[in-house]
C-alpha cells in the first residue's frame, strides 16, 4: 500500500465516533461475539469493515427494543449464516410478553406502595400500623429465622431459602426480571473479570432494639475489592424504591443474631452475574458478615466452600446453591471460594446472585 492510500476500514477511534459508542464497548462487543475480531494494518493498527458503523446502529437499536446482548448475538449470527432459528418477529412477540410482565410487576408494587402510605406504614417487617396492608413478613414468628441466628453463633455459617423465610412468592422473579437486565448490570473491570456484570447499591442500618430502621447510604464505591486495586463506583441501583426488595433486605439484616449485631452501620448488596469464574480463588472480603443468594443460574458448577482460615486445602463447608438459597458466614471465621461455572450441553453458562455484605462499621463514613 503506497503512503497516500487510505485504509481499506475503519480504525477504532473512527468507529467508534461514528457510531456513538466508546473504544471499550467495540472491544467488549468483539468478547461477545457481536462484533468479529478485525483486521489490522502493516502497522497493526485494527481496520473494521465500512458497514461496522451501521452494525452498531443495529445492535443499539436492538437494545432499545429491549433485547440482551445475547439474544442479539442469536439473531445476527442466524442471519449471518441463514440458520433456522427463532425469527426477528418471535422474538418481538415473546419479548412482549416479558414487557407485559414487567408492567404487571410495577403495577403490584405501585398498588402496594399507595397502600402502604395511606396506611402510615413505619416497618415492612415489624409494622405498628393496626392493619398493615403488606404483610409480607413477619419476623419475630419465624422459626426459620432463630434457627439460623443459632447457627451463626454455634458455627459462623448457616443456609436457608427465600420460601423458608416467609419472602413473598413474586420476590425472585420480581428480583430476575428488575435486576438482572443488560440495563442495568455493566461490566465489573474488565482488567480483572472480563466476563462479570455487576450493578450494586448501599443500605445504611440502625438498630434500636429489635426494630431496624433503614436508608439509603450516599455512597456505593468499592475499594480494594475483587482483585482490583483502587476505589470504583458501579452502577447504583436503589432498592429502598422496590417493596419487594426493602423486604428482602431487612429480612437479611434480621438473620444476624441480636447479640451479634452492630447497632449501626452498613449493607452492601451487590447483583453479580457471572459465566465463567465465579471468584478468583480463596478469600475473605474483609468484612463483617457475608451473604450469598442465588436468584437465577443456567449451567453446573458454582459450588461454594468455606476453607479453615489457617489451612485452605481443608473445606469446612461446600455447598452448591440452587436458585432461592441463601448462605450467610462470618467473613473473618473462612476463606469463602467457589468453583467455576460449567456450561450446558449446547448453551451458555450464567448465574445471577446477590452478594451482600454486612459491612465493618469503618468502611464507610457514618457521619
Given amino acids: 500500500m503506497r503512503s497516500n492510500e487510505k485504509p481499506a476500514g475503519l480504525r477504532t477511534g473512527e468507529v467508534a465516533e461514528q457510531a456513538g459508542v466508546n473504544i471499550q464497548t467495540l472491544r467488549y462487543y468483539e468478547r461477545r461475539g457481536l462484533l468479529s475480531e478485525p483486521a489490522r494494518s502493516t502497522g497493526g493498527h ?4 465500512p458497514d461496522t458503523v451501521a452494525l452498531l446502529g443495529v445492535i443499539k437499536a436492538a437494545q432499545r427494543l429491549g433485547f440482551t446482548l445475547d439474544e442479539v448475538a442469536e439473531l445476527l449470527d442466524a442471519g449471518r449464516r441463514r440458520h433456522p432459528a427463532p425469527d426477528l418477529r418471535q422474538r418481538a412477540i415473546d419479548k412482549i410478553g416479558e414487557i407485559d410482565a414487567r408492567i404487571a410487576d410495577l403495577t403490584v408494587i405501585r398498588a402496594a406502595l399507595t397502600r402502604l402510605v395511606d ?3 413505619d416497618s415492612l ?3 405498628t400500623c393496626t392493619e398493615c396492608p403488606v404483610p409480607f413478613l413477619t419476623i419475630d414468628s419465624s422459626e426459620e429465622f432463630h434457627r439460623v441466628r443459632e447457627d451463626l453463633a454455634k458455627q459462623d455459617f448457616a443456609v ?3 420460601s423458608a423465610l416467609g419472602l413473598h412468592e413474586d420476590t425472585r422473579p420480581h428480583i430476575c426480571r428488575t435486576y438482572f437486565t443488560e440495563s442495568v448490570l455493566h461490566g465489573d473491570h474488565p482488567a480483572v473479570h472480563r466476563d462479570r456484570d455487576r450493578a450494586r447499591d448501599v443500605i445504611r442500618y440502625g438498630w ?3 426494630r431496624l430502621a433503614i436508608r439509603e447510604h450516599d455512597v456505593v464505591a468499592i475499594r480494594d475489592r475483587s482483585g482490583f486495586r483502587g476505589t470504583r463506583t458501579p452502577t447504583r441501583v ?3 424504591t422496590d417493596v419487594l426488595m426493602t423486604t428482602w433486605v431487612e429480612a437479611v439484616l434480621s438473620l444476624i443474631p441480636p447479640h451479634l449485631r452492630q447497632e449501626d452501620g452498613t449493607f452492601g448488596v451487590n447483583f453479580l452475574r457471572t459465566r465463567t469464574n465465579v471468584v478468583a ?9 457475608v451473604v450469598i443468594y442465588v436468584a437465577d443460574k443456567h449451567g453446573t458448577g458454582a459450588e461454594t466452600t468455606l476453607h479453615a482460615i489457617d489451612d485452605v486445602d481443608r473445606i469446612v463447608y461446600r455447598h452448591t446453591l440452587v436458585p432461592g438459597e441463601l448462605i450467610v458466614f462470618r467473613d ?11 456450561s450446558p450441553i449446547g448453551g451458555k453458562a450464567q448465574r445471577d446472585a446477590l452478594v451482600c455484605t454486612v459491612n465493618y462499621r469503618d468502611t464507610y463514613d457514618l457521619t
Fill in 119 to 121: 396506611a402510615r406504614c
Fill in 208 to 210: 434500636h432494639g429489635d
Fill in 332 to 342: 473473618a471465621a473462612f476463606l469463602h471460594n467457589a468453583s467455576p461455572l460449567i
Fill in 238 to 240: 436503589r432498592l429502598l
Fill in 281 to 289: 480463588g480463596p478469600h475473605q472480603d474483609d468484612e463483617e458478615y
Fill in 160 to 162: 436457608t431459602r427465600d
Fill in 46 to 49: 485494527r481496520l473494521y469493515p
Fill in 125 to 127: 417487617t415489624n409494622c
